[in-house]
């Protein structure tokens, strides 16, 4: 399973942006996919999970609320959208998925996740 993350960029606080991460190989065997985040001196951390077969989502604490996971599966895509920025979002931000189900509790664990993309950057200035 290949995948390519996009959508980053730089943006001002308050303002939105949506990033799109797209599957490519195996895809049929995913069962959840999810992003996570890494800024600068920190440890990456979870951002949002959604289930590729029923849809169920959750998020970070830092999050719920300002950010949206979604999944398009004709496409092999999830997206995030991600409005109301704030300049603590800053980080590269990765997509990942599982190959096999996990449960929604143990979503924000990366180990858990077995294929991830190069990252996109996202940079919200105050």
């Known amino acids: 399973v290949q995948l390519q993350a996009s959508g980053g960029g730089l943006v001002q606080a308050g303002g939105s942006l949506r990033l799109s991460c797209v599957a490519s190989?195996?895809?049929?065997?995913?069962?959840?996919a999810g992003w996570f985040r890494q800024a600068p001196g920190k440890e990456r951390e979870f951002v949002a999970a959604i289930s590729w077969v029923g849809g169920s989502t959750s998020y970070s604490d830092s999050v719920r609320g300002r950010f949206t996971i979604s999944k398009d599966n004709a496409r092999e895509t999830a997206y995030l959208q991600m409005n109301s920025l704030k300049p603590e979002d800053t980080a590269v931000y990765y997509c990942?998925?599982?190959?096999?189900?996990?449960?929604?509790?143990?979503?924000?664990?990366?180990?858990?996740?077995?294929?991830w993309g190069q990252g996109t950057q996202v940079t919200v200035s105050s």
């Open positions: 990942a998925v599982t190959e096999i189900p996990i449960p929604a509790s143990d979503s924000d664990d990366a180990h858990l996740y077995d294929y």
């Open positions: 190989g195996r895809t049929y065997s995913n069962y959840a």
